[in-house]
């Protein structure tokens, strides 16, 4: 038995790294999961068959959750495959995260707010939509990062946004009070997300400690992150285990934070 037979998840941006973690994660666990990315290509394919492997459905749907019509298609198509929805999973970003102040134009301004603010929040309305109407609660997961803590030069943007998100659930575990749905954030430290060797395998090669000294000597845990360690979170909030957790934000970060000197 897993923590989450037949439950429904649907995770943005999980062709790769750290979505593609979680949805693994998810399935292992018996939830039937599915998985949303702009990209479909092989490795979404593999990335879905291996969730299949554990015995689940895994579903593609690929779109932009960058809008509120591009959020509302994919999951009217998620629920179409799964009758409805449980676990909604907020993960999706672009790859040029971080921007120097003085280059971030309006339009890289809006992309970032668009994606990682918009689309996570009305992602998290339509999905609490239906979880309100299915009256079986829920859980809105979305990922933060230790980017809302601390400035870190060029990622104002991204940090910004990031930093939202925090408020973001807090916002909506109270509007969604009494419903049985929480809300909340986990916020990754440094993790890597290229794909496995393996197809199988959840982690991608754990980052090399001499290519990236800093990571010894800054984090208490002295090692990078890896999606695993995300996705158990995603595991706990998202389960019976984390269902008294509600507008929070864990760090998953090895101690970074915690280690910060001034
Ligand atoms: N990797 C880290 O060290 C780290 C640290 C802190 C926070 N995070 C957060 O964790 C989440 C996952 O990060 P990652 O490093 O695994 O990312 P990643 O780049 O490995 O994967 C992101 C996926 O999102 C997809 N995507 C991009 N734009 C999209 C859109 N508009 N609609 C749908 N899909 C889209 C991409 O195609 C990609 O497959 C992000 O929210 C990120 O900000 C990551």
Redesign the pocket.
Known sequence: MGLLDGKRALV??A?????RGIALTLAKEGANVGL????DDGTTQASAEVCRQSGVTATIHQ????SIA?VNAVIDAFEKEHGGIDILVN?????D?SRPFFDTDEAYWDRMMN??LK?YFFAGQRAAKSMVAQGTGGSIIC?????SYVAMRDWTAYGVA?MGLRRMVKGMAVDLAGTGITANCI?????V?TLPANDDDVDGEPYDLEERPHLRERVPSQRG?L?SDIANAVLYLSSSLGSYVNGETILVDGGMIASSTL
């Open positions: 943005t941006g062709r790769k790294g750290i979505g949303n990315d702009l990209i779109g932009d959750v960058s591009g993960n999706a970003i672009f790859p995260q994606l990682s689309g990922l933060s990062s230790v980017h990031k916020a990754p430290g440094a993790i997300n992150g999606p």
